[in-house]
């Protein structure tokens, strides 16, 4: 009798990922370099960004205009996602400078350069949901460029709550698993040595 597809799955995983890799306990002595704390970083930063936006969700823009805890909230969400972005670009042109696709790692580097792309659509869509002078002007301007093109009869620019929900549902659920995976790749490979660093067992056979 063939195996359950639970067992199957298990089995998959624990062979392609297992726990060691998951929930390593050690690491090369190349990742004490400063150019492999920004990976970290950007995780930290979207963890704030998620956690301030689901209070801004649920509370409402008439409680982050008025509220003095609101502001603060709408601030601390601001500019998480500033940090965010810093840290995601240095992490970004860092790799690429390293040319962490060796090794096999080529879909590592695919899902960090597609969860960048995946970041700005999410930004964007941000700063057309602020209801504030300055989210009416971006979404009218953008409504321009997007009409220019085609795409504004089903992509509305200035329909508050197509924006909302692409900004607090859609765009971060693919933000998330993207990441996630990237996450995943990353302790299946190992984070990538230096060029000039002998590569190790495991990577000469992977």
Not at 108 to 126: E, N, Q
Not at 143 to 160: E, I, M, P, Q, R
């Amino acid at each position: 009798m063939s195996e359950m597809l639970t067992s199957r799955l298990r089995n998959k995983w624990q062979k392609n990922l297992p726990i060691e890799k998951l929930l390593p306990d050690d690491q090369p002595a190349y990742v004490a370099s400063w150019i492999y704390v920004f990976g970290v970083l950007t995780l930290s930063a979207l963890g704030m960004i998620i956690f301030s936006g689901i209070i801004l969700a649920f509370e409402g823009p008439a409680w982050y205009h008025t509220s003095s805890l609101g502001t603060f909230v709408n601030s601390l969400h601001f500019w998480s996602v500033q940090l965010f972005f810093v840290f995601m670009v240095i992490h970004l042109w860092g790799k690429y400078w390293m040319a962490a696709w060796r090794g096999n790692r080529m879909a590592t580097w695919m899902t960090g350069a597609v969860a960048f792309v995946a970041s700005i659509a999410t930004a964007f869509t941000g700063y057309l949901v602020q209801t504030n002078f300055d989210s009416q002007w971006i979404s009218f301007e953008a409504k321009d460029g997007f009409n220019s093109v085609g795409v504004g009869a089903w992509f509305t620019v200035t329909n508050l709550g197509q924006m909302l929900l692409l900004h607090v549902a859609f765009l971060p659920l693919i933000l998330g698993v993207i990441t996630v995976v990237h996450v995943l790749m990353v302790r299946r490979r190992g984070v990538v040595p230096p060029i000039d660093a002998m590569p190790s067992n495991s990577e000469a056979h992977s």
